[in-house]
């Protein structure tokens, strides 16, 4: 599996086709993820999530795909996001596992996903971090399985947790 492990911002640690980030279907968008991406591009692409949002609402499990570029409006380096829509119901493998498929169908070669369902969300659906890594390796164990593909580089990018870093590196490729 084409999976690296790395600590850092999200939106610019490693250069990709997308990140991935849960949000909420309500609209409030302010978690850590979320402040990340607008201080390095801007409304660019929660905006076209409240198009979305304001045109047809949005449903547990929906992808949103927002593009951008990084080399012509934002900072970052990343060029879209594959927003997927959460109400905290259905297992974090699931929500992941969709974002992959999202990638690989739009033909994207790498993506960036930072630990999901953590900072203030943490413990109303996993109970730590130990978790959401678990949950997470799931949804890469299947993607890859099902796809037997190495042709999208997944990164999983930890922001201040030296816990779930360590715990990342010693056992994400393990069967």
């Not at 929500?95 to 990638?103: E, P, R």
Request: glycine share 8%; hydrophobic share 40%; charged share 25%.
């Amino acid at each position: 599996m084409p999976i690296y492990v790395s600590s850092g911002d999200v939106t610019k640690t490693v250069d990709v086709d997308a990140i991935s980030t849960l949000i909420n279907l309500e609209g409030d968008w302010f978690g850590g993820v979320d402040f990340a991406i607008r201080r390095v591009a801007g409304d660019q692409y929660h905006k076209q999530v409240e198009q979305v949002l304001e045109k047809q609402g949005l449903v547990d499990g929906q992808v949103v795909v927002a593009r951008g570029n990084r080399h012509h409006n934002q900072e970052g380096s990343f060029n879209n996001v594959i927003f997927v829509c959460d109400d905290l119901k259905q297992p974090l493998r699931n929500l992941v596992y969709v974002a992959l498929q999202k990638a690989r169908e739009l033909g994207y070669k790498s993506i960036a996903l930072p630990l999901m369902r953590t900072g203030v969300m943490l413990g109303k659906v996993e109970p730590d971090a130990h978790t959401v890594v678990v949950e997470m390796q799931k949804a890469f164990q299947k993607f890859f399985a099902e796809t037997g593909s190495s042709e999208l580089d997944v990164f999983v990018i930890v922001y201040k947790d030296t816990e779930a870093l360590t715990y990342l590196r010693e056992n994400l490729n393990k069967n």
